[in-house]
T-cell receptor, first 111, second 107 residues
Framework: DVKVTQSSRYLVKRTGEKVFLECVQDMDHENMFWYRQDPGLGLRLIYFSYDVKMKEKGDIPEGYSVSREKKERFSLILESASTNQTSMYLC??????????FGDGTRLSIL | KNEVEQSPQNLTAQEGEFITINCSYSVGISALHWLQQHPGGGIVSLFMLSSGKKKHGRLIATINIQEKHSSLHITASHPRDSAVYICAVPGGNKLVFGAGTILRVKS
C-alpha cells in the first residue's frame, strides 16, 4: 500500500520564521503535490512536481517555494511565514493518471 | 479551466438514511474522483470512475458523462460515515477539486 508521510501533524511557528514542511512517499511516484485546505475554499494547489528537480506553480504559489532533490521527498518552504498561511497543508503523490494518495496533513499555525 | 460544483455544502442525516451528494463539472473529462476526509484525518480516495457506476460496500458512485454530473450515494448511513466528501476532476496535470460536502450522520 502506498504510504505518504508528512513530517508533522501539528506545527506552531512565529511570523517571519522560515518553515519547512516535509513529505515522503514510498512508491516511486513521479508526481508529487502540495495543497492547502481552508474552510469554504476546499483544496487549493500550491506547487507540484513531476520529476526530481522539476516544479510547477499551482494556483496559489505566492509566499511558498518547494524543493525536490530526491524522487521520494517533496518539501514545501514558507520563506517568511505570515498569519494568513495558517492552514492545513496536504501532500499527495501519484503515478501516471492513477488516483492521488494523500498524507495525513499538517495543521500549521502561524502566530 | 474546469469548474467543479458540489451540493449540498452541508448535510445532516439520521442513521440508516439514504444519502446523495452531487457533483457537476463544466468541461469534459476522462475520469472523476471521489475522496473522503474524516475529521482531523487525511484524505482517502474512494472511487475513480469514467463511466457508469461503481460500488464499494455501502458506497455507490455514478457518473453521466454527457450531463457532466456525478453522484455519490451512501446506503444505510452510519455515524462513522460522517466526513467531508470531495469530488475532483482532472485539469491538465492537476486535479480541480469541489469545495466538499460536510456530512454528519446522527445516531
Amino acid at each position: 500500500d502506498v504510504k505518504v508521510t508528512q513530517s508533522s501533524r501539528y506545527l506552531v511557528k512565529r511570523t517571519g520564521e522560515k518553515v519547512f514542511l516535509e513529505c515522503v512517499q514510498d512508491m516511486d511516484h513521479e508526481n508529487m503535490f502540495w495543497y492547502r485546505q481552508d474552510p469554504g475554499l476546499g483544496l487549493r494547489l500550491i506547487y507540484f512536481s513531476y520529476d526530481v528537480k522539476m516544479k510547477e506553480k499551482g494556483d496559489i504559489p505566492e509566499g511558498y517555494s518547494v524543493s525536490r532533490e530526491k524522487k521520494e521527498r517533496f518539501s514545501l518552504i514558507l520563506e517568511s511565514a505570515s498569519t494568513n498561511q495558517t492552514s492545513m497543508y496536504l501532500c499527495a503523490s501519484r503515478t501516471g493518471t492513477q488516483p492521488q494518495h494523500f498524507g495525513d496533513g499538517t495543521r500549521l499555525s502561524i502566530l | 479551466k474546469n469548474e467543479v460544483e458540489q451540493s449540498p455544502q452541508n448535510l445532516t442525516a439520521q442513521e440508516g438514511e439514504f444519502i446523495t451528494i452531487n457533483c457537476s463539472y463544466s468541461v469534459g473529462i476522462s475520469a472523476l474522483h471521489w475522496l473522503q476526509q474524516h475529521p482531523g484525518g487525511g484524505i482517502v480516495s474512494l472511487f475513480m470512475l469514467s463511466s457508469g457506476k461503481k460500488k464499494h460496500g455501502r458506497l455507490i458512485a455514478t457518473i453521466n458523462i454527457q450531463e457532466k454530473h456525478s453522484s455519490l450515494h451512501i446506503t444505510a448511513s452510519h455515524p462513522r460515515d460522517s466526513a467531508v466528501y470531495i469530488c475532483a476532476v482532472p485539469g491538465g496535470n492537476k486535479l480541480v477539486f469541489g469545495a466538499g460536502t460536510i456530512l454528519r450522520v446522527k445516531s
